[in-house]
């Protein structure tokens, strides 16, 4: 079956350190995104891809990075340097084509203490 | 910039009650709009969607409007079932692909 897999499904993480996420997807899918999500909010785009090899910063990309190295796999990972790690991170993959939806993985929930 | 507001919630119904989640936006051209549903610890997925103006579309009862006239994109449901408690997610296409969400609206269908 064709999807996106976000592993681990939740994430336990000292403060100061740096963690990464895993998302890959086997859609075939030129474009991948990287969400935050807190409590009652809606979605906040962190960093997102066209095509391999680059990136673009979202809306609130500090204290993040992401890698484009393969088509299928686009890691996040959250640096010391976010302030409030804390959340749940949703990956998305989609076709680079106009109207066509985007698909959705099943989230990390991070925790840092 | 783009922009989209639902109506606030949570909203709480008794099953086969009728439904409405409001969701205007802002946008300039014509971009696509969408309704996502997240069931809970779950991610996003699509619901529906609408890609010009007058479009319905539609999905397990739920159906939407594309209102140009009135830059909506109402999401209804004419009997809502306990299975259908969830947030729900207005969305419209920016450039490149992006998609800019609405805050989400929490939804509680007793029985």
């Known amino acids: ?113 | 910039g783009d922009s989209v507001t639902q109506m606030e919630g949570p909203v709480t119904l008794s099953e086969e009650a009728f439904l409405t989640i409001n969701c205007t936006y802002t946008a300039t051209g014509y971009p696509s709009l969408f309704w996502y549903v997240q069931y809970p610890g779950e991610g996003l997925q699509l619901l529906l969607k609408a890609t010009k103006a007058d479009d319905k579309g539609s999905n397990k009862g739920f159906e939407a409007t594309y209102r140009k006239e009135t830059t909506s994109f109402h999401l209804e449901k004419g009997s809502v079932q306990v299975s259908d408690s969830a947030v729900y997610f207005c969305a419209l296409e920016t450039s490149g692909s992006r998609l800019t969400f609405g805050e989400g609206t929490q939804l509680t269908v007793n029985p």
């Open chain 1, 1 to 113: 079956d064709g999807g996106i897999t976000q592993s681990p499904k939740y994430l336990f993480r000292k403060e100061g350190q740096n963690v990464t996420l895993s998302c890959e997807q086997n859609l075939n899918h030129d474009a991948m995104y990287w969400y935050r999500q807190d409590p009652g909010q809606g979605l906040r785009l962190i960093y997102y891809s066209q095509i391999v090899n680059d990136f673009q910063k979202g809306d609130i990309a500090e204290g993040y990075s992401v890698s484009r190295e393969k088509k299928e796999s686009f890691p996040l990972t959250v640096t010391s340097a976010q302030k409030n790690p804390t959340a749940f991170y949703l990956c998305a993959s989609s076709r680079m084509v106009a109207s066509y939806e985007q698909y959705f993985g099943p989230g990390t929930r991070l925790t840092v203490t």
